[in-house]
């Protein structure tokens, strides 16, 4: 495959990831209201890991003992810290809030991998774009909404979330420069994952979270599993936006870059709020068309200087 088929195939999947990802907000909005935040995170990569052994049912050796670290860091910030942070946000923030603050994730990844791993992409036009994007994203989100209702701890949380995702891509990037296969390698990823959340679960018992709790009366559990769209939610969020989308996006990260990959984020509340027109007929006001082309713009400034650069 030559570099600009790469390119493409990479953005492809990139494409296909944010799309995905933006309809996930809808999916655990919905979920929230018969499952935790804990039991919604837990059966959504424990379907993944299932899918990912049944689509490749092929072990993945570590090449070096230190890989291992690198794929139980992944797991833990990647899935049990992001993950969790971003649905328990929702419990105590807006969508909105929580969409935006989110979407700040490039800027947290830009410079951890500048820092560790001594990539160059800070410079005035990434800061601008930026800017211009993330006040595309604010307009996209609000949507028309004149009144932007703060929440400390919702909002400081997604925050938390941003960061974890940076600190997840760079021990992506360092599994992605090691060799392994993108299906197993995001598979171990998950069983770290998992391993992190039962180990959260035990920790439960003495802080006692009722975001982390786990019901086990089965009456209630035969209401809740026995709800069609509880299970079309579970099984796209754990198929699709986890089983298909993390393996996408690790090849995205590899084909295109770490840093160019993550830019597309900005566009996650992009696609939320215009697949909330399709399905749930919710109104796409100027402000949010102007907000969506605002966001194109930052994305395309912000790599103005890698583009110069390559030519």
Known sequence: MNDKSSQFLGFALAAATVF?????????KYLLTSFSAYEIL???????YIFLWIIYPHKCPVKEKK???????????GVTIYQLMENVALHFSSASNVSIIVSITPIFTAIIAQIFLKEKHISLKFFIGFVLAIFGVALVSFNG???LHLNPLGDFLALSASVSWGFYSLFVSK???????SIPATRKVFFYALVFMILLRLCNFAINDENLNVVLKPSENLKRFSDFYNWLCLLFLGIVASGFCFVAWSKACRLVGTVKTTVGIYLIPVVTIVFAFLVLSEPITPMGACGAVLTIAGLFISEMDKKLRNK
Do not use: D, P, S
């Open 20 to 28: 995905f990802w933006g309809i996930t907000f809808v999916c655990t």
């Open 42 to 48: 837990v059966t959504r990569f424990f379907l993944a």
């Open 67 to 77: 890989h291992n670290l690198y794929f139980a860091f992944a797991g833990l910030f």
């Open 145 to 147: 909404t004149a009144v």
């Open 175 to 181: 599994i992605n420069k090691a060799g392994y296969k």
